[in-house]
């Protein structure tokens, strides 16, 4: 069985061994344009959101969510620039306004803004993981390690808030048949 810290250790290594840097492959290359496109996306509903909301909780997670999307997706772009990888369009930025402005019927609530936040870092970190299972450059996978590092730091806040507001999405509970039930 390998040692997760052997395998740590010898992936720096190839960092300062000279090994040449080989180009990017297609795969590496596509999922590096899927994850900017998610990533510029998410800033779009980030945008949405905090024009919606008046919650405080709801606006620092949202403030907090596009701070690490615009950060992630500029060092991706700042890397998708030096390899000669062309920029997804990114959609126009969202003009500001007032949340007693939008009317109720076309709006979205917090329960469902704060869900969708947590949608959209399940998806993040999944394309990441993916990603990196299929890079085949250290400093690719680096990156992809990094980012899903993260996703998932922020996705255990946010998860901490949605079970505080009660609005955590929590699918049945299965129980294999024969086995006794507690009753709550």
């Known amino acids: 069985m390998t040692n997760p810290f052997e395998a740590v250790w010898n992936t720096l290594k190839t960092l300062v061994d000279n090994e040449p840097v080989s ?11 899927t994850y900017q496109t998610i990533l510029e996306e998410a800033i779009g509903y980030e945008e949405i959101g905090l024009n919606t909301t008046s919650d405080n909780e709801v606006l620092e997670l949202l403030n907090n969510a596009k701070k690490l999307c615009v950060n992630q997706s500029q060092r991706l772009s700042d890397f998708m620039q030096k390899e000669g990888i062309p920029l997804p369009s990114s959609p126009q930025k969202k003009p500001k306004s007032e949340s ?9 609530t917090d329960d469902e803004i704060a869900n969708g936040v947590s949608l959209k870092i399940a998806a993040a970190a999944i394309e990441c993981s993916v990603a990196n299972s299929q890079t085949i450059r250290t400093d690719v996978g680096l990156i992809w390690t990094e980012f ?11 998860k901490i808030l949605l079970r505080q507001k009660g609005w955590i999405k929590i699918p049945p509970y299965y129980y294999p048949p024969g086995m006794p039930r507690k009753n709550n």
């Open 23 to 33: 180009p990017l492959h297609v795969g590496e290359v596509m999922s590096i344009w």
């Open 100 to 108: 007693f402005e939008i009317p109720l019927g076309a709006k979205l």
């Open 148 to 158: 899903y590092t993260e996703m998932l730091t922020f996705g255990a806040t946010t």
